[in-house]
Each structure stands twice: as structure tokens, then as C-alpha cells.
């Protein structure tokens, strides 16, 4: 009869030392992956929660916003003036606002933003519902311009808490960019289910409240917020090594994002599937989250200055998928293959340049830092808007697919100047 196997320790007396041997089956146990990893930081998933919950309206705001007021006055026209305002207003106040917040802390300058923000917000819906004069419409909306820059208050935080690790640090950036793209692909459809469903303020009321409770819930965490630099030593970000040519393919590549959209819109609608077009747009935003969180799963290679040339050399190369889909196919669908392959680049570049804009923002100014670059992906959005209906009308939906090429193009030649001698040296935060 065979011995049954032992399971239980056994224990013993060597001279006068007692020795156990635990004779029971050994697991092997994986080593936590590096999203697992980067959320065993004390407090990460707390300010992230709060940080997302907040992040989400952001993709909600302008399509709310137009909806209730064309639905309420009829005119697409003044709604996509009022919205521009609003773009145009945050162009001017966020790097003002993520200034005050590198001075004075996140806490005590986002929460009292947002509030204004909110209110703005709430007095938009309350001019569109009660019918008030159209100027009413563009000071209020003017007003959501206090918003703060979450997402830069995020990655602040993160480079706060990982310091000199690389790695983490591009897993954090990677994660981020990703919730970024989740956000912005949610959110629209969010929107338009409940103007839809319910009331057509009904977005912009949900919107206004999720900001609030997340910034509020985002800035209670104190215990991950980085310390106050009262007198920072660095100059403008503006004027910092590498940062001009690095602003400038933020904006090029917000020109990108504006064009596509609108042209991908133009193109769905000249096909007779106008709704169509969220569908071929949310897909991108999909290829793109999904690149960025495998980029971040893997340890960054090379210089952070020849990683954006690539990054960007690849985002080239795959929009001209979608200008062959439109131009010799002219079918939608294969058009928003086209779109989820073409987005699998965008996250990545993001990545790498909002780790750039870390490195070479000044200490003590990295949410500026980080604010200039979001408006200068804003201010690039309108470009390519506006450059995208242009060849929409003069031309066609199919030709005006070289918008976003060509903006991706003018891009990489930016990149190649951005990369200064010193453009890895990481400044001590």
C-alpha cells in the first residue's frame, strides 16, 4: 500500500536547534504585472477614482452643450459659436488656473475652479431654459473656462509619488493617456443619451454635478498631493529648453484630432449614415486606448526624444489608411477599420510627449507645463476643425483626409527639431 503523501511539517531536534520541513505543495506565484504594481502606491486608487469620475465630463461639456442650445434656439450655428467661446476662453485661463495650482497647491486653487466652472455650467442651462439673450449663452459658457486640468493634476501626482522610476512613470503616463481616450469615447455617448432620454439639459446637469463630486473627492486626498513650491525658480515653460517645438506638435497633432473628426462626420453623412460616424470615431478612441495601455506595459527603449520621432513617424504612416479607405473603397465600414488601426498610434505618441513635457518644464511648474500642452492640443483641434470643413466644402469628405496626414506630417518634422541635446535629462521635480 503506497505511503500517503505528507502534507502537514515535520519537525525535528538537530543537537539543540529545532528544525521544520514543510513538506506541502508549493505555489509559484506570478510577479504582479506593472499596472498591478503601479496601484499598490499608497493612495493611487483613491485620487484615481476621483480623478476619472472627474475626467469624464470633460468628454461630455461641448456635445452637451450643443445639443441643448440647437434643440433649444434651432441654430447649429450659434451653438458651435458659443462652444468655440468656451474653447477659445480655456486657451487663455488654464495655464493661469494650473499656475495658481503649482503655486498655492492642488486643493486649495481646484476646488474653488471648479466651483466657478460648475456655476457657469448651471447658468448656461438656466439662460437656454428660461430663454434668455444669446450673449447670456457665451458669457456663461466663457465661465467653464476655470475647469481645472485634471488629467495634468494626475500625472503631477504621479511623478510626485514614483520620482526617478522610469519605468512607472511611463506605465502612470501610459494609464493615463489611456483613461484620457476612454473618457473622451464615453463621454459623448453619455451625453447624447441623456439629452436624448430625458431632458435636453440633462447632460450638461450630469456633467456639471460628476465634475464637482470628483474634483471634491480627488482633492481630499492630501496625503498624494505634491508639496507647494511657493518661489519656483524656472522661468515660463514657455521658454524652457525643447518646450517650443514640443508645444508646436502638440498643436499639430491637435489638428489631426480636429480634422478627423470633422471629416469623418462630412464622410458618414455623404454616405446617408450621419449617426454612423460616433460609431467610426469611438472605435478609434478604442485603438488608441487600447495601444496605450500594451505601450505602457512594456519598459520605455531609447532616448524619450527618437521615441516621439517614431511615435509620430508611425501616426503618419497609419492615416493614410483611412484617406485609402475613403478614396478607393468609399465604404464606411472599412473606413472605421481603417480609423481603429489608425488610432492605435495616437496614444502612444501622446505618451511620449506628455513625458517630454515633464522633463523639460521647469521645476515647480509641471502642471503649467502640462497645461500648455493641453492648449495647444485645443487650439490645434479648432485649426483642424475648421481646416477639415474647409476641404470638406471646396473639395470633398474623401479628399480632405489628407487634412489629417498632412497635419501628422507637418508633425514629425516638428519632432525632429524637438529632440535637443539635453531633451532626456530629467529636471528634479
Same mark, same amino acid.
Given at each position: 500500500?503506497?505511503?500517503?503523501?505528507?502534507?502537514?511539517? =515535520? %519537525?525535528?531536534?538537530?543537537?539543540?536547534?529545532?528544525?521544520?520541513?514543510?513538506?506541502?505543495?508549493?505555489?509559484? #506565484?506570478?510577479?504582479?504585472?506593472?499596472?498591478?504594481? @503601479?496601484?499598490?502606491?499608497?493612495?493611487?486608487?483613491?485620487?484615481?477614482?476621483?480623478?476619472? @469620475?472627474?475626467?469624464?465630463?470633460?468628454?461630455? %461639456?461641448?456635445?452637451? +452643450?450643443?445639443?441643448?442650445?440647437?434643440?433649444?434656439?434651432?441654430?447649429?450655428?450659434?451653438?458651435?459659436?458659443?462652444?468655440?467661446?468656451g474653447l477659445a476662453a480655456t486657451g487663455l485661463v488654464a495655464p493661469w488656473i494650473a499656475r495658481l495650482v503649482d503655486r498655492h497647491g492642488q486643493a486649495r486653487i481646484a476646488v474653488p475652479a471648479t466651483a466657478v466652472a460648475v456655476l457657469g455650467s448651471l447658468a448656461l442651462l438656466l439662460c437656454v431654459h428660461y430663454d434668455a439673450p444669446a450673449w447670456t449663452l457665451f458669457a456663461s459658457y466663457a465661465a467653464t473656462a476655470t475647469t481645472p486640468n485634471t488629467g495634468g493634476m494626475s500625472r503631477?501626482?504621479?511623478?510626485?509619488?514614483?520620482?526617478?522610476?522610469?519605468?512607472?512613470?511611463?506605465?502612470?503616463?501610459?494609464?493615463? &493617456?489611456?483613461?484620457?481616450?476612454?473618457?473622451?469615447?464615453?463621454?459623448?455617448?453619455?451625453?447624447?443619451?441623456?439629452?436624448?432620454?430625458?431632458?435636453?439639459?440633462?447632460?450638461?446637469?450630469?456633467?456639471?454635478?460628476?465634475?464637482?463630486?470628483?474634483?471634491?473627492? %480627488?482633492?481630499? #486626498?492630501?496625503?498624494?498631493?505634491?508639496?507647494?513650491?511657493?518661489?519656483?525658480?524656472?522661468?515660463?515653460?514657455?521658454?524652457?529648453?525643447?518646450?517650443?517645438?514640443?508645444?508646436?506638435?502638440? =498643436?499639430? $497633432?491637435?489638428?489631426?484630432f480636429g480634422s478627423t473628426e470633422v471629416v469623418t462626420i462630412a464622410f458618414a453623412d455623404a454616405q446617408g449614415h450621419r449617426s454612423a460616424a460616433g460609431v467610426a470615431l469611438g472605435l478609434q478612441a478604442a485603438g488608441s486606448c487600447a495601444a496605450g495601455l500594451v505601450f505602457g506595459?512594456?519598459?520605455?527603449?531609447?532616448?524619450?526624444?527618437?521615441?516621439?520621432?517614431?511615435?509620430? +513617424?508611425?501616426?503618419?504612416?497609419?492615416?493614410?489608411?483611412?484617406?485609402?479607405?475613403?478614396?478607393?473603397?468609399?465604404?464606411?465600414?472599412?473606413?472605421?477599420?481603417?480609423? =481603429?488601426?489608425?488610432?492605435?498610434?495616437?496614444?502612444?505618441?501622446?505618451? $511620449?510627449?506628455? $513625458?517630454?513635457? #515633464?522633463?523639460?518644464?521647469? &521645476?515647480?511648474?509641471?502642471?503649467?507645463?502640462?497645461?500648455?500642452?493641453? $492648449?495647444?492640443?485645443?487650439? /490645434?483641434?479648432?485649426?483642424?476643425?475648421?481646416? /477639415? /470643413?474647409?476641404?470638406?466644402?471646396?473639395?470633398?469628405?474623401?479628399?480632405?483626409?489628407?487634412?489629417?496626414?498632412?497635419?501628422?506630417? =507637418?508633425?514629425?518634422?516638428?519632432?525632429?527639431?524637438?529632440?535637443?541635446?539635453?531633451?532626456?535629462?530629467? #529636471?528634479?521635480?
Open positions: 500500500m503506497p505511503e500517503p503523501t505528507r502534507t502537514a511539517p =515535520l %519537525f525535528t531536534v538537530t543537537a539543540d536547534t529545532l528544525v521544520v520541513v514543510d513538506f506541502g505543495p508549493r505555489e509559484r #506565484q506570478r510577479p504582479p504585472g506593472p499596472y498591478r504594481r @503601479l496601484f499598490t502606491v499608497p493612495g493611487a486608487r483613491a485620487f484615481t477614482f476621483g480623478n476619472l @469620475l472627474a475626467r469624464l465630463p470633460m468628454g461630455m %461639456f461641448s456635445l452637451s +452643450a450643443v445639443m441643448m442650445i440647437a434643440g433649444a434656439r434651432g441654430s447649429y450655428a450659434l451653438a458651435g459659436a458659443v462652444t468655440a467661446t503631477a501626482r504621479w511623478a510626485h509619488l514614483l520620482g526617478e522610476d522610469e519605468r512607472a512613470l511611463h506605465t502612470a503616463n501610459s494609464f493615463e &493617456q489611456a483613461a484620457d481616450e476612454l473618457c473622451f469615447m464615453l463621454g459623448p455617448v453619455l451625453a447624447a443619451f441623456l439629452c436624448g432620454t430625458f431632458f435636453p439639459e440633462a447632460g450638461t446637469l450630469v456633467g456639471a454635478v460628476l465634475l464637482l463630486t470628483g474634483v471634491l473627492l %480627488f482633492a481630499a #486626498q492630501r496625503s498624494t498631493e505634491p508639496p507647494v513650491r511657493r518661489r519656483t525658480p524656472g522661468g515660463s515653460p514657455v521658454r524652457a529648453p525643447g518646450m517650443p517645438p514640443l508645444l508646436a506638435v502638440c =498643436l499639430a $497633432t491637435g489638428a489631426v506595459a512594456f519598459g520605455p527603449t531609447g532616448s524619450a526624444g527618437r521615441r516621439l520621432t517614431w511615435c509620430v +513617424a508611425a501616426m503618419t504612416a497609419l492615416l493614410t489608411l483611412p484617406l485609402l479607405a475613403a478614396s478607393l473603397t468609399g465604404s464606411l465600414p472599412l473606413l472605421a477599420l481603417a480609423l =481603429l488601426i489608425a488610432g492605435m498610434a495616437t496614444a502612444p505618441t501622446m505618451v $511620449t510627449t506628455m $513625458t517630454l513635457v #515633464q522633463r523639460r518644464t521647469p &521645476q515647480g511648474r509641471l502642471n503649467e507645463g502640462m497645461t500648455l500642452a493641453v $492648449t495647444g492640443l485645443l487650439g /490645434g483641434i479648432a485649426c483642424g476643425s475648421a481646416t /477639415g /470643413g474647409w476641404l470638406v466644402d471646396h473639395l470633398s469628405a474623401t479628399a480632405a483626409y489628407g487634412a489629417p496626414v498632412t497635419a501628422a506630417a =507637418l508633425a514629425l518634422l516638428i519632432s525632429l527639431t524637438a529632440r535637443t541635446p539635453n531633451s532626456d535629462s530629467r #529636471q528634479m521635480r
